[in-house]
């Protein structure tokens, strides 16, 4: 394992990410980690970048005793800046800023951290650099702005970049990452899913033991159907996995669910149909975060209701709560944000928990979304499911601008159904990150035949984004939409006009409400 220590970069999580295509197990933690707290070795340590600089008063500092574990360390950025203050404090600010390519210029080819990179274009991102070198530390890459852009120590497995390898922008950058794992720090490169599944499946079993029982919500996205498969191979019927169906699913989601994931996954499913609670309460309402919180504190309402008529057999209790939180998650719980570090905790589920004094188990917590994918095909679950959009929790209640009614739910269901089904059949699902119809409360007059209608509008809304922090609108083909329209308009009643939501992520958002 690889130990990452972050000092808050935002690029700080790639260099996990990166490790992990190479099958090497990374893992990160604040830089403020003390090290005879770990609890275990790493074969190597990773100092990630920073927005400080070391000189500053407040500036983190890494635990010296990371020198004294011995093993190979590779500054980046920040983290090589951080070796030279430890070393002789020749680091201020630079002339000029380094934003953008470089090119990387080795000087000792011969050193095992450049094995097959050669004069690439490197990313810079940087403030700061070193005005001299560290103590014992010898020059073995430039580039025009930073005649230290690489260093090593003269005898020990001490190395420093000043550039980012783990951006893509750093066209060999994975390479020296691997170099410095594999060849350097010798890590073992057996993290696949395949040893994933074997050793989560004993970890789950230890820890519930032989009797407890686990219960989940499954929403039919990806997460909770990996994270729910993943239980039933360890424990079987002992898991218990709920769908509530809130009246605001997709179209036939209720029933799809129960085919896959019951039928098809054997996973102990019980499926509730509180359509009428949930739409009952969202009765008159059109503030959309009202609608969010209503849906929230309903599920949990519906799903405790469920859990307690789940019955274990003599002397087994529900003694867990199985949740699909992904590692980036965590990450964003665990990244060093400043000296006065704040550490968030994100569940969703946080008053179940309270209330039903239960524990939590995150099978899922050390994956990013890539490898739950290849996890969920490993354990068998379709191609279909693994890569399908993601959807809100809110679900249609929020897709249905102003007041939800059945009706209304119900228009927006077909719409987005006949959308979906065509961007399928165009082979373009995969090339959007989100599509979705939307209902507008809006009147328009059209004419169909010799009537003169007045009906509704459907806003349709596709979207091609990787972090869904930041989106752009995708640019069908004419055809397609047009096609789309007509079927829209033909095949469901009460709309009479389809419009084409060309907004990128800002302005606008993904979802309407
Ligand atoms: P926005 O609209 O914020 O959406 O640009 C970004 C991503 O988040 C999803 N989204 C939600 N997911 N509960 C969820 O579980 C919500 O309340 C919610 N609101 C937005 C949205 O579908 C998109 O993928």
Not at 200 to 220: F, H, M, N, Q, W
Not at 273 to 296: Q, S, W
Request: hydrophobic share 40%; charged share 25%; with cysteine.
């Amino acid at each position: 394992t690889i130990l990452v220590l972050d000092f808050g970069s935002q690029y700080s999580h790639l260099i996990t990410r990166r490790l992990r295509e190479y099958n090497v197990y990374a893992e990160m933690l604040p830089c403020t980690q003390k090290i005879s707290e770990l609890g275990w070795k790493p074969s190597g340590v990773i100092l990630s970048g920073g927005p400080y600089s070391v000189y500053a008063e407040d500036a983190p500092h890494v635990d010296t005793a990371v020198f004294d574990l011995n093993v190979p360390i590779l500054g980046i950025c920040y983290g090589m800046q951080e070796l030279a203050w430890l070393n002789g404090k020749q680091v201020g600010r630079g002339d000029k800023r380094e934003y953008g390519p470089a090119t990387l210029n080795v000087v000792d080819a011969s050193s095992p951290l450049f094995k097959g990179v050669d004069h690439s274009v490197v990313w810079m991102s940087h403030g700061d650099k070193l005005h001299g070198l560290p103590a014992g530390y010898k020059v073995i890459a430039t580039s025009q702005n930073s005649p230290y852009c690489g260093i090593v120590h003269e005898s020990k497995p001490i190395w420093g970049i000043q550039f980012h390898p783990e951006v893509t922008h750093s066209t060999q950058g994975k390479t020296l990452l691997k170099n410095f794992a594999v060849d350097i720090c010798q890590a073992k490169q057996n993290w696949t899913m395949e040893n994933f599944i074997d050793t989560e499946i004993k970890r789950i079993r230890e820890l519930v033991g032989p009797t407890a029982e686990v219960i989940g919500a499954v929403s039919g996205g990806v997460d909770s159907t990996v994270a729910a498969k993943l239980m039933t191979e360890a424990i079987g019927d002992r898991f218990h996995a709920i769908l509530v169906d809130n009246g605001v699913l997709r179209l036939n989601e209720a029933e799809i669910v129960k085919k896959t994931l019951g039928e098809g996954l054997k996973i102990n499913l019980t499926v509730v149909d509180a359509a009428d609670e949930f739409l009952d309460k969202l009765k008159g309402v059109t503030d959309p975060e009202r609608k969010r919180k209503i849906i929230g504190n309903t599920f949990i309402e519906v799903f405790e209701k469920e859990a307690a008529k789940i019955q274990p057999k003599d002397g087994e209790e529900i003694e867990f709560l199985l949740q699909g939180t992904l590692y980036p998650d965590v990450i964003e719980s665990i990244s060093f944000k400043g000296p006065s570090q704040t550490i968030k905790t994100h569940h969703n589920v946080g008053g179940l928990l309270e209330d039903m004094k239960l524990k939590l188990i995150e099978p899922l917590r050390e994956l990013f979304k890539d490898e739950v994918r290849d996890l969920g095909e490993l354990l068998g679950i379709s191609h279909e499911l693994v890569w399908r959009h993601p959807f809100p929790g809110p679900g249609i209640a929020i897709r249905v601008l102003g007041e939800v009614t059945r009706e209304q739910v119900a228009i927006a269901r077909k719409a987005d159904h006949i959308y979906i089904e065509e961007i399928r059949k165009a082979g373009l699902y995969n090339k959007i990150s989100q599509a979705f119809a939307c209902l507008l409360p809006v009147k328009s007059v059209g004419v169909m035949g010799d009537q003169r209608t007045y009906e509704q509008v459907i806003a349709l809304r596709a979207i091609e984004t990787t972090d869904f922090m930041t989106a752009d609108w995708f640019p069908f083909e004419h055809a397609f939409l047009k096609n789309v329209a007509a079927r829209i308009v033909n095949e469901v009643d009460g709309v009479a006009r389809v419009t084409y939501d060309i907004t990128s992520k800002p302005p606008a958002t993904v979802e309407w409400e």
